[in-house]
């Protein structure tokens, strides 16, 4: 690798350790801890270099630390920069944030094999077809969309807790008969793994650097939940305001979520197609308004029980629209005929989002068939029957027919 131009700082060197230390650092990786005038790291992390091979100042990392970041950097401007990471610094860590503040090409990354990596090699699983959810600042239900009888899957853990936690958590989706393997200190001295089944878990507390491998059982009367859109009316809590299981599946497919997309789900209800539309892919990312506070609360809990807790609630819309980010598109469940709504929405959805519109009643559907004569879309008329007993017989039940309006805001006729 070239040096820096004349007036050009040196790139920042990212360096991968694992717990084996100094010990399992490769040449290119010592040299740049040791020309290092400044190190930065974890306690734990700075410890593992010894005294003799670095004279750089020593920085432990304060929390919060990405608030911190920036003004660190700053601090240090012009100055030989190393900044330790456990094991592959672009693998859920440190080498990822720095990225988003500094650029890639201010960068030389020297990555260890992942904590992932590991784990997959004492399980003899094959790395590209094992799932990896972080708990790292995140909820721990996150893991609970990717749930599915006979599959394995890794949890990076954030503590020695996680693994009583997540044996609690699986207990009581439906997973209990799962087994659990904590790998400790993978690749160091004081490797450790204890393995165990989620529902009998009472192993103690161990080390807190630990990553979990999952087999997942599910048990026989445990309900089915595919990451698909139609997720069984029952599983949601709430007052039984929510968009019906069929017609939460067609309109699902008509917004058509892409990963890292955002949706605005305006009058939520119970923050069934909110939380749907999350749990299609892990990037998804939505927010859902609604007027009562009850509701919002039910959204909230409705979301962390399906595995979506990331999913924003906010009070009324179009008031609660505030400094948001535009989103890629608006799916409008109630509060359709409220003076200003469609045209609030309209206005912050960008040339090429989608707009979907769900009506029941004759008001709300004379509305659609107005907006489609002026915005262009389609429209689509749905009726659901569902099977009821009648006495000793079976009956056809008509459910309310629901109107259905979807447009891609287009430049010419927005």
């Not at 001295?189 to 529902?199: I, L, M, R």
């Not at 200003?340 to 929405?345: H, R, S, T, V, Y």
């Amino acid at each position: 690798m070239s040096g820096p131009s004349r007036g050009e700082s040196a790139p920042i060197a990212v360096v991968g350790i694992g717990a084996d230390g100094w010990d399992g650092l490769g040449g290119p990786a010592r040299r740049e801890i040791a020309g290092a005038a400044v190190l930065f790291g974890s306690e734990r992390q700075l410890a593992l270099v010894p005294a003799g091979e670095s004279a750089a100042v020593r920085v432990a990392w304060p929390s919060p630390l990405v608030p911190a970041l920036p003004g660190l950097l700053e601090q240090y401007a012009g100055q030989r920069l190393c900044v330790l990471a456990s094991g592959d610094p672009m693998f859920f860590g440190i080498g990822v944030t720095l990225t988003g503040i500094v650029g890639a090409q201010r960068l030389r990354v020297l990555p260890q094999p992942s904590s992932a990596a590991l784990a997959c090699a004492r399980m003899g699983w094959a790395l590209p077809e094992t799932p990896v959810v972080s708990a790292v600042a995140r909820r721990l239900e996150t893991v609970l969309p990717e749930l599915s009888d006979g599959r394995r899957m890794l949890l990076l853990s954030p503590d020695e807790h996680t693994p009583a936690r997540l044996a609690d958590l699986l207990s009581r989706n439906g997973f209990g008969d799962s087994r659990l393997t904590v790998l400790e200190q993978l690749g160091g001295p004081a490797e450790h793994v204890v393995s165990g089944q989620a529902a009998n878990w009472d192993a103690a507390p161990g080390d807190p650097l630990n990553i979990v491998a999952i087999e997942c059982v599910r048990n026989a009367d445990a309900p089915r939940l595919s990451r698909l859109p139609g997720l069984p009316d029952s599983v949601y809590g709430g007052d039984g305001q929510l968009t019906k299981s069929e017609i939460r599946t067609l309109t699902l497919a008509t917004l058509a979520p892409a990963p890292g997309e955002l949706l605005w789900d305006v009058g939520g209800g119970s923050g069934t197609i909110a939380i749907e539309w999350c749990r299609t892919h892990p990037g998804c990312r939505a927010v859902a308004f609604e007027r009562l506070e009850s509701r919002r609360k039910q959204i909230t809990a409705n979301a962390a029980a399906l595995g979506v807790p990331q999913l924003e609630v906010r009070g009324p819309a179009p008031a609660g629209f505030g400094e948001l980010s535009a989103p890629d598109a608006v799916f409008i469940g109630g509060g359709l005929t409220q003076d200003g709504m469609f045209e609030a929405c309209w206005e912050r959805l960008p040339v090429g989002g989608r707009l979907v519109a769900n009506a029941v009643t004759a008001e709300s559907e004379s509305l659609l068939l107005r907006l489609a004569a002026t915005h262009g879309g389609e429209l689509r008329r749905f009726q659901v029957y569902r099977a009821e007993p009648l006495g000793g017989f079976t009956s056809w039940r008509p459910q309310l027919p629901v109107t259905q309006w979807s447009v891609v805001k287009d430049p010419i006729v927005a």
